[in-house]
C-alpha cells in the first residue's frame, strides 16, 4: 500500500554531510544560574554571565590577554616538563603517560605560564596558572617555574603577579611536591625584604599546598567573585570540627569579611585595579608632602589614599574598603 510507504525523502534520506546542523559549542550552560548563553557573546564579555555576573572558569592564555596590554606578553621559562622519579602509577596508569594525556589534552607544558607583560605600561613579571593541566597542581615543574618568575622580578624589580588556580600539591610526585612550597615561600620572602610588591589573584579554585604557600603571602591578595579559596575540603573541616558551616564558607566574600583577601575584583575590573595597585604601590620615587599625598619629583602626577580611595592624578579614583582601627570600631 503506497500510503504506508515514504515517497519523498526527507531528512532521513540525507547523507550527515548534506544536513544543516548547528555546531557545537555554539551555546554554553551558565553553571550559576541556568541560562543558556551565546559562546561568542560569553566571550567578549570575558566569560562573565550578563545574567547573574557568574565568572566562567578559563585558562591562563585568557587571563593574559585579560590583564596585560595587547602584544606585550614575553614567555619565559618555557621548556619545562616534569619526570616521573617515583615510577609513580594510579589505577593501572602511570605517571608518565598522565603527563602526556594532560600536554594533549590542555596544549600546555604544565600548569602554569610565566613570563614578562606590561599593564597599562607598567612592567610587570607574570605567573598564570591553568586548572586545564591535571587540576593546577603543583608539581616540581610548577614551583620551579613561579620560583623563577620570583627571581626575575628580584633581578629586574618588576613587580610581581601570580594567578592562582589549582587543586593543591601534585600528589603524583609526593616529596617532591612539596618541597615548592618552601622554595616559593622562600623567595617571596627576599621579595619582601628588598620592597618588591607581589599581587596574588585567587580564582576558583585555590586550594590545598598552593594556598598553604605563595598564594597567600602576597602584599595585596585579589580574589575573584564566589572563588573558591581554602586548604582542606569543607567535608573534611565539617567533620574536624563537628559542626555546621556558613553556605559561603571558603568562598572569596567569606574571606574578605574575615580579613583574608584584601578585595573580591569582578574580572572586568580587573586590569584597572591591578594599575591603580601597581602605581600605588610602585611610587617609590615620590616624596611625600604635609597634606599627606605623594607628589612626583617631575610635578605631573599625584597619588594619594584619602578615605578609602586610591587616587592619581590620570586616572578615575577606585573605591577600596576602609581600614578600622580597634578605637573606630
Same mark, same amino acid.
Not at 303 to 320: C, M, Y
Given at each position: ?92 596508569? $602511570?605517571?608518565?603517560?598522565?603527563? %602526556?594525556? &594532560? *600536554? +594533549?589534552?590542555?596544549? @600546555? ?5 610565566? =613570563? ?57 610526585? $609526593?616529596?617532591?611536591?612539596?618541597? %615548592?612550597? &618552601? *622554595? +616559593?615561600?622562600?623567595? @617571596? ?5 628588598? =620592597? ?134
Amino acid at each position: 500500500m503506497s500510503w504506508l510507504r515514504r515517497d519523498k525523502k526527507g531528512l532521513k534520506g540525507k547523507s550527515r554531510a548534506e544536513r544543516r546542523e548547528i555546531p557545537d559549542g555554539l551555546w554554553v550552560k551558565c553553571q550559576s544560574c541556568g541560562e543558556i548563553l551565546y559562546r561568542q557573546e560569553l566571550e567578549k564579555n570575558l566569560w562573565v554571565c550578563s545574567g547573574c555576573r557568574f565568572h566562567f572558569r578559563v585558562g591562563a592564555h585568557e587571563y593574559l590577554d585579560f590583564m596585560l596590554d595587547e602584544g606585550t606578553f614575553e614567555e619565559r621559562h618555557s621548556g619545562l616538563t616534569s619526570l616521573d622519579p617515583l615510577k609513580f602509577k594510579a589505577d593501572r596508569t $602511570s605517571y608518565s603517560d598522565q603527563l %602526556q594525556r &594532560a *600536554k +594533549t589534552k590542555s596544549s @600546555l607544558e604544565d600548569a602554569v605560564i610565566c =613570563g614578562f607583560g606590561l599593564i597599562n605600561g607598567q612592567p610587570v613579571s607574570v605567573a598564570v596558572m591553568d586548572f586545564a593541566f591535571m587540576g593546577g597542581s603543583m608539581g616540581s615543574v610548577v614551583g620551579e617555574k613561579i620560583a623563577r618568575a620570583i627571581r626575575d622580578s628580584l633581578e629586574t624589580r618588576r613587580p610581581l603577579i601570580i594567578v592562582c588556580s589549582s587543586g593543591g600539591a601534585r600528589m603524583q610526585e $609526593s616529596i617532591l611536591s612539596l618541597m %615548592q612550597m &618552601a *622554595k +616559593t615561600s622562600a623567595l @617571596l620572602g627576599r621579595m619582601r625584604e628588598r =620592597g618588591i610588591p607581589f599581587i596574588s589573584l585567587l580564582t576558583h579554585p585555590t586550594t590545598g599546598g598552593v594556598t598553604a604557600s605563595f598564594a597567600m603571602l602576597g602584599d595585596v591578595i585579589l580574589a575573584e567573585p564566589r572563588a573558591l579559596i581554602g586548604f582542606a575540603g569543607r567535608r573534611v573541616i565539617k567533620s574536624t570540627i563537628n559542626s555546621d558551616l556558613p553556605d559561603d564558607f571558603q568562598l572569596a566574600e567569606f574571606l574578605v569579611e574575615h580579613g583574608m583577601v584584601d578585595r573580591v575584583v569582578a574580572r572586568h575590573d580587573l586590569r584597572k585595579v591591578l594599575s591603580h595597585v601597581l602605581r600605588f604601590c610602585t611610587a617609590s620615587n615620590m616624596e611625600f608632602l604635609d597634606n599627606g599625598e605623594r607628589k612626583s619629583e617631575d610635578d605631573t602626577t599625584t597619588t594619594a589614599l584619602f578615605d578609602g580611595r586610591i587616587v592619581t592624578a590620570d586616572e578615575d579614583p577606585v573605591d577600596v574598603e576602609p581600614i578600622q582601627d580597634d578605637a573606630s570600631a
